[in-house]
């Protein structure tokens, strides 16, 4: 089975503007890391139609699974519906069941407020901007308001609001990719390295790299502060079974250095 690369596309200028903190890269590492995935990439963009376009027009080439978190509303800065359309080169058509979820919370709503929801209002119609979708989407369901995400090809398009996200983005996974969780077994062990210069042992790193595929060095320096040391978190992760050997060497590598070490942790998973 094919090897799957899982990206996020953050669209939004009020996050490039830093008037919101984004919260949807830390919940989408939490919801793959919990099935055994991992994320690959993440890209923001703001407001910007041509931009918009040119990323998913890029990403959907790439073959990842991608989502894409915000501008799905119906205002005059939600792009990413039009955008999607015109990077897959199709129509945005009114998705029937789209339709009729929207008109079913207007009812709802309406109801809450003790008046009886007039379908034809101008307001409404506009509402209905939400479930025109690119030609051939399928629906996203939303637990929260019934307002639709929608999917083309391996393209997954939620709202910006991360309360509505995170549970759209969990049934997609569990929907459409839980063949792929828990495939292959993921290690990292590291320890800590003080007071060394990440040009000391970038050797190391490198010859470990070359002489153990499939396993990925990191450095995580540290200046330190009042109550820690100078120190380089140091490590390998891949799969268990190569990691080990190349742990092995990484310890001997750093004894022959003469470099103060610590044990960190073995961290256990599975990734993609």
């Keep these: 089975m094919e090897q799957t690369a899982f990206g996020l596309v953050i669209v939004g200028d009020e996050i490039l503007s830093g008037k919101r903190a984004d919260k949807h890269l830390p919940k989408v590492i939490e919801l793959l890391n919990e099935r055994g995935l991992r994320l690959s990439w993440a890209e923001i963009v703001g407001d910007e139609p041509a931009r918009i376009t040119a990323l998913l027009a890029r990403t959907m080439a790439s073959g990842d699974v991608v989502f894409s978190c915000g ?68 629906l996203i369901p939303n637990p929260y308001n019934k307002i639709p995400g929608f999917t083309v090809g391996r393209h997954h398009f939620v709202p910006g609001f991360p309360v509505m996200a995170a549970p759209m983005i969990a049934w997609v996974l569990d929907t459409l990719y839980a063949d792929r969780f828990h495939r292959e077994a993921h290690v990292e062990k590291a320890v800590l390295v003080y007071e060394q210069a990440e040009s000391v042992l970038t050797p190391l790193m490198e010859r470990i790299e070359a002489s153990h595929p499939g396993v990925r060095v990191f450095s995580l320096p540290s200046v330190g502060d009042a109550t820690t040391r100078r120190h380089i978190e140091l490590g390998v992760k891949g799969d268990p079974a190569c990691v080990e050997p190349a742990y092995a060497e990484l310890r001997a590598g750093l004894d022959a250095l003469g470099a103060e070490v610590a044990p960190l942790r073995d961290v256990d998973g599975a990734a993609n």
């Design 71 to 138: 501008g799905i509303g119906a205002t005059p800065d939600d792009h990413t519906r039009q955008c999607a359309a015109r990077a897959l080169g199709v129509p945005l058509v009114l998705h029937p069941e789209g339709r009729r979820l929207i008109q079913e919370r207007i009812r709802e709503t309406a109801r809450e407020a003790g008046i009886e929801a007039d379908l034809d209002a101008p307001d409404n119609l506009q509402r209905l901007k939400m479930a025109e979708f690119p030609q051939g989407a399928s």
